[in-house]
């Protein structure tokens, strides 16, 4: 929601990868990094990549918890070394075969590459979406790996039939 104050949260789309009793895990999907693109991921894990369009993939601020890990969310699923499932269509990958396999253009063909992730402890998120802190949407494939990162957030919310320039930050008091 536009009150959040937060800079790791606002105005960010969160993909919740997995959400049960111990908690929520999710990677946020429009925040790419300015100064980082795969070519210095592929360099750093010492993958050899010459492909000059898959050297300069984004990499995305996933979140602020374990900003040294990194996390692929890609489309189709696929069967990695270490995939979590999330549907039928997405998975979630931290093993090095899936960036080997980018970096030789056999890689999943849609996918966002972050570094970090957020979470929530048991009870967090819900708590949270009680306060009105998140707006929560179905999550689509289209819109994580096919709208363009400026409009992720607006259209988000356009898909509710919210349009985020009516939406105040604060609240009045009468």
């Known amino acids: 929601m536009p009150a959040v104050d937060d800079p790791n949260f606002s105005h960010s789309v969160t993909y919740i990868c997995e959400h049960n009793e111990q908690g929520a895990m999710g990677i946020t999907i429009n925040r790419p990094l ?56 997405i998975g979630l990958t931290t093993s090095r075969d899936i960036l080997q396999a980018m970096a030789e253009g056999a890689g999943p063909a849609r996918v966002i590459i972050a570094l970090g992730y957020s979470g929530w402890t048991a009870g967090q998120l819900e708590q949270e979406i009680a306060e009105n802190t998140w707006l929560t949407v179905d999550a689509h494939p289209s819109l994580i790996f096919d709208v363009p990162v400026a409009d992720r957030w607006r259209t988000a919310a356009q898909s509710l039939g919210v349009d985020m320039h009516l939406i105040a930050g604060e609240a009045g008091h009468a």
């Open 34 to 89: 300015a100064d980082l693109g795969l070519g210095d991921v592929l360099d750093h894990m010492k993958i050899s990549c010459s492909n000059p369009q898959i050297r300069q993939r984004p990499i995305y601020v996933g979140g602020p918890v374990a900003v040294e890990r990194g996390f692929v969310l890609h489309s189709p699923a696929g069967g990695w070394d270490s995939t979590l499932t999330i549907t039928d269509e």
